[in-house]
């Protein structure tokens, strides 16, 4: 089992930044399993989105058409924290912000129905 809890959420003006974090748990067996970690985002009446994610074993990243060049995801292993960097945000950036994690292979990261565990979610809200 892998317990994810986002954190870093909040409002901004447009142009702004934001950095997300999500604390990673579970025993290193747990996450030994994870091929993928990534940030999804869902605004009200939309489906999930991917946004950004990274290989659990090769640690390549991967972004959403939308954040391309904007958002960037990384991750310190020594404290088993995911990031999620956002700059120069927009208005349609605003969204309840995910991190998942999921143990099976296939290139499909931006599917959110691949995804077995989820934590609860920040909101980040962006004004113009």
């Known amino acids: 089992q892998v317990q994810l809890v986002e954190s870093g959420g909040g409002s901004v003006q447009a142009g702004g930044s934001l950095r997300l974090s999500c604390a990673t748990s579970?025993?290193?067996?747990?996450?030994?399993?994870?091929?993928?970690f990534a940030w999804f985002r869902q605004a009200p009446g939309k489906e999930r989105e991917g946004v950004a994610a990274?290989?659990?074993?090769?640690?390549?990243?991967y972004y959403g058409d939308s954040v391309k060049g904007r958002f960037t995801m990384s991750r310190d292993n020594a404290k088993n924290t995911l990031y999620l960097q956002m700059n120069s945000l927009k208005p349609d950036d605003t969204a309840m912000y995910f991190c998942?994690?999921?143990?099976?292979?296939?290139?499909?990261?931006?599917?959110?129905?691949?995804?077995?565990?989820w934590g609860q979610g920040t909101q980040v809200t962006v004004s113009s």
């Open positions: 998942a994690a999921r143990p099976s292979y296939g290139g499909d990261w931006h599917l959110p129905e691949k995804y077995n565990f």
């Open positions: 579970g025993g290193t067996s747990s996450i030994y399993y994870i091929q993928w």
């Open positions: 990274i290989h659990n074993a090769y640690d390549s990243t």
